[in-house]
């Protein structure tokens, strides 16, 4: 089956299912069947295949088999020591030399920057009625890592609470249909290098300016990869794995030099813009 794109999440996960169940409620859909899938509806106003499976999301490495999708949403949970309440946004992969949580080290899938972008855009209009909860990218984490087809992710946290509260569910929900219906706002595509975990400054940056981000990778994964040439290796794959051509790595100014002069020939060899910040 041809379509736009393949919505997926797993029926053991409360926010992705919950997420799922309100798409249903606000969307005309027919069942349809798809290898593996346990629930499996058509939605044409989305042009989209919501298909729910047994698997948790970190393992999804067989969506690209499951229908012919330009590109994959993955509806998820987002868990957090801290219990941050949040609407996130981000795109899977392992930039570390460790694949702690599925998927394969030093590897990521193609990202969807302008997706993302207009995602993020979504959940804070959809979010007003949330004030508690903080409407922010992540960075680059977790499997799926191998996919083909370019795969972001879009989740609710930090906890069992949030996850089946009925307003976050909806506000995902209305933001998933929002972003696949409007035309895409004017983007610049970038990588973010450097950062927490929340990327709290390419977040603010997307959403004050046409930046749109695809990997963004946090401190903690340089610092994981050490050597520049392992740094080197993981920035161009992040700048080339993506749907929309790369235009310019963002860093933070802060980063170790050897880091820096890694990023600067990447840039160089691709002919990318960069930017510290």
């Known amino acids: 089956m041809k379509v736009k794109v393949c919505i997926a999440y797993s029926v053991r996960d409360p926010a992705g299912s919950g997420v799922a169940g309100e798409l249903l409620r606000l969307l005309e859909h027919k069942p349809v069947t798809a290898a593996r899938a346990v629930d499996v ?4 106003e989305l042009d989209a295949l919501l298909a729910g499976f047994e698997e948790d999301v970190l393992y999804f490495e067989f969506l690209d088999e499951i229908c012919e999708a330009d590109f994959h949403l993955v509806l998820s949970r987002h868990s957090s020591e801290a219990g941050i309440r949040s609407l996130t946004v981000h795109h899977p992969g392992n930039p570390m030399r460790e694949a702690l949580a599925g998927g394969r080290p030093l590897e990521l899938p193609p ?8 995602l993020l855009l979504s959940l804070v209009k959809h979010a007003e009625a949330l004030p508690e909860f903080k409407v922010t990218y992540e960075v680059t984490h977790h499997g799926p890592s ?5 795969v972001t992710f879009v989740e609710i946290g930090s906890s069992a609470q949030e996850w089946s ?3 976050a569910r909806r506000a995902v929900a209305e933001a998933v249909v929002d972003a696949l219906t409007r035309p895409l706002p004017p983007f610049e595509a970038c990588v973010g290098v450097g950062g927490n975990h929340y ?3 390419f977040t603010a940056r997307a959403l004050s300016s046409a930046e749109a981000y695809g990997h963004m990778l946090a401190n903690y ?7 520049p040439e392992l740094v080197e290796k993981v920035v161009r794959e992040a700048a080339t794995k993506s749907l929309a051509l790369t235009q310019k790595l963002v860093a933070e100014r802060k980063l170790r ?3 820096r002069e890694a990023l ?3 840039a160089e060899e691709l002919s990318l813009k960069i930017e510290y910040v």
């Open 41 to 44: 509806y058509y939605l044409q």
């Open 111 to 118: 990202s969807n920057p302008p997706l993302a972008k207009s």
């Open 146 to 150: 191998s996919l083909k087809k370019p």
């Open 165 to 167: 509260l009925t307003e």
């Open 199 to 201: 990327a709290s400054l």
């Open 221 to 227: 994964a340089l610092k994981s990869l050490e050597e």
């Open 257 to 259: 030099k050897a880091w």
């Open 264 to 266: 600067e020939k990447v």
